[in-house]
């Protein structure tokens, strides 16, 4: 049985950055595409990014040009680089890779 498990989440100021990482326990990773989802407090759990097998990758428009997906097939790792954060990006994070399989979530807070 495959698990992911993510890490990296944490308490940041706004304007600041962190690193998410989402690592598979088997060497599947590399033939699936990847995403990062969220969810907020009373909210729906979102898309942030996705990323191909390929390497193509998609953002939602909350989030260009301040995070960035990628992957390491070899490492069986995905990463989300997270830049300029700020409140709304408060969350806790997911990754899903293929269409079935989640992560535990990681918990982002941006506050002052």
């Known amino acids: 049985q495959v698990q992911l498990v993510e890490s990296g989440g944490g308490l940041v100021q706004p304007g600041e950055s962190l690193r998410l990482s989402c690592k598979a326990s088997?060497?599947?990773?590399?033939?699936?595409?990847m995403a990062w989802y969220r969810q907020a407090p009373g909210k729906q759990r979102e898309l942030v990014a996705s990323?191909?097998?390929?390497?193509?990758?998609n953002y939602a428009d909350s989030v260009k040009g301040r995070f960035t997906i990628s992957r390491d097939n070899a490492k069986n790792t995905g990463y989300l680089q997270m830049n300029s954060l700020k409140p709304e990006d408060t969350a806790v994070y997911y990754c899903?890779?293929?269409?079935?399989?989640w992560g535990q979530g990681t918990q982002v807070t941006v506050s002052s």
């Open positions: 990323i191909t097998s390929g390497g193509s990758t």
């Open positions: 899903l890779l293929g269409v079935g399989l």
């Open positions: 088997r060497s599947i990773f590399s033939i699936y595409a």
